[in-house]
């Protein structure tokens, strides 16, 4: 019973019961690492700030995994009487156990807000997300942390949870959710997608939602296009989100792979960083929701690549990205779409990356592709990497191989992900930008 597409799909249908709050003096926090990617749109939908709410347990020393209290930021206390009695901790006991887990989450919390302050809740609305409720204990403590950090009213929000969990969670003033399925089984068995969300993409929602606020309050002061665009192509209209700098000098199209979308995680988490410096990114759906349940359109790759080129023309017929530099990004099935559309007689195609790509399907046109091509490949990958050799070896344009040590075909690894990022992010920035280097798109505003 799959009842949402992913974590931005669960978002946006969670943002539908809150609509209410629009506009509204809240706050919005997710719970890292999966309620952040759903807390990010229900923000953007109620034109909230966004922060994310840290909390750690504190497991009775004996018996880790029951807990006696938690612990928030700003000093925020919750702890479980009737455990202590019955356990019999000691005060040296508790003690050296919170400054353990303090230490934990303060080097959490530096590692996902980088620097920024804490939005300040005091006296505010405040919406706890999370990507579906379970036992609901972690999201009981958040709510009774964010009452700690000053919060007039708590409201617990999650896609999906067992309608008797949500019935006793007397931290939350209000609970709201999606749907509440019986009998209930696991929070990703109701996604179709349930991969998991990195500390990198964490990290890249926390910087978009902050580039739309000042001091915790939402602004709208930024002269960038991010929207959501529909490409004519023949008989059918493709979707895609278009998110060009003011002004724009390079523009990145994602081909995604089987099984993606336009709102996969790791290309969003990837376009941010090209974002950051200083590229505009258009990511799209190459097929349509219909084309897509039929699974040979998955794989033709000269139809994903008609499209991707009709998305091109599209796009530098739009004059905020008439002259900028074109480049394409492809992931699994995605990259010998991209290499195939590059390979077009007269085409301007400026760079091409392909990250767990599958560059041998595009065939024989591999040596017509004149782009630069980066080819990125997880270490652990060693099917996909054997392929990606001997697809090199049938490129004529200047290419390399780039190796990530440790990752498999997803980049699903710590640090995998953000390390292709980076990659893409200089050879994109090395041949799409004037003077070859990446930038910061906020500088002149």
Not at 22 to 46: F, M
Not at 60 to 86: K, N, S
Not at 268 to 296: C, H, I, K, M, W
């Amino acid at each position: 019973m799959v009842v949402f597409a992913d974590r931005v799909d669960a978002g946006r249908q969670l943002a539908e019961r809150l609509a209410l709050w629009r506009g509204q003096d809240v706050v919005v926090l997710g719970l890292p690492r999966g309620g952040v990617p759903v807390a990010y749109e229900v923000a953007e939908a109620l034109e909230a700030p966004l922060d994310v709410i840290v909390v750690r347990k504190l497991g009775v020393p004996y018996q880790p995994d029951l807990a006696m209290g938690a612990i928030g930021e700003g000093g925020a206390r919750v702890l479980e009487p009737h455990v202590l009695a019955q356990a019999r901790v000691s005060s040296e006991e508790f003690l050296a156990v919170e400054q353990r887990e303090l230490a934990a989450l303060e080097l959490r919390v530096a590692r996902l807000r980088r620097g920024r302050e804490r939005i300040d809740l005091l006296g505010r609305t405040v919406i706890v997300v999370d990507d579906g409720i379970a036992t609901g204990s972690t999201a009981r403590v958040a709510c009774d942390v964010a009452r700690h950090l000053g919060a007039a009213k708590v409201i617990l929000a999650a896609p999906v949870a067992p309608a008797e969990t949500i019935r006793d969670i007397p931290e939350a003033d209000e609970v709201v959710c999606v749907s509440t399925p019986e009998p209930f089984r696991a929070v990703g068995y109701f996604y179709r997608d349930f991969s998991p969300t990195s500390d990198e993409e964490v990290i890249a929602l926390l910087d978009a939602a902050a580039r739309r606020t000042r001091e915790g309050r939402v602004v709208d002061s930024s002269p960038d296009c991010d929207v959501d665009v529909e490409i004519p192509v023949g008989v059918v209209t493709l979707e895609g989100h278009l998110h060009l700098p003011a002004p724009a000098q390079g523009v990145v199209l994602f081909a995604h792979g089987s099984g993606s979308s336009r709102h996969s995680p790791r290309n969003r988490f990837v376009a941010s960083v090209l974002y950051q410096a200083g590229l505009g990114t258009l990511l799209l759906d190459l097929l349509t929701p219909e084309e897509e349940l039929n699974r040979t359109n998955v794989f033709d790759i000269e139809l994903l690549a008609g499209r991707l080129s009709a998305a091109t023309q599209w796009l530098l017929g739009r004059p905020d990205a008439a002259s900028c530099r074109i480049g394409y990004f492809g992931a699994s099935t995605g990259a010998g779409a991209a290499l195939w559309a590059a390979a077009d007689e007269g085409t301007q195609i400026a760079a091409v990356v392909s990250r767990g790509g599958r560059p041998d399907l595009a065939g024989s046109r591999l040596g017509a592709v004149r782009a630069p091509t980066l080819l990125i490949v997880g270490g652990a990958d060693e099917a996909v990497l054997a392929l990606n050799r001997k697809a090199q070896a049938q490129l004529r344009c200047p290419s390399e191989l780039a190796v990530v040590d440790g990752a498999t075909h997803l980049f699903e690894e710590p640090g995998t992900l953000a390390a292709a990022a980076n990659l893409a992010r200089d050879w994109f920035a090395r041949y799409l930008l004037p003077d070859g280097s990446p930038q910061d798109p906020a500088v002149g505003r």
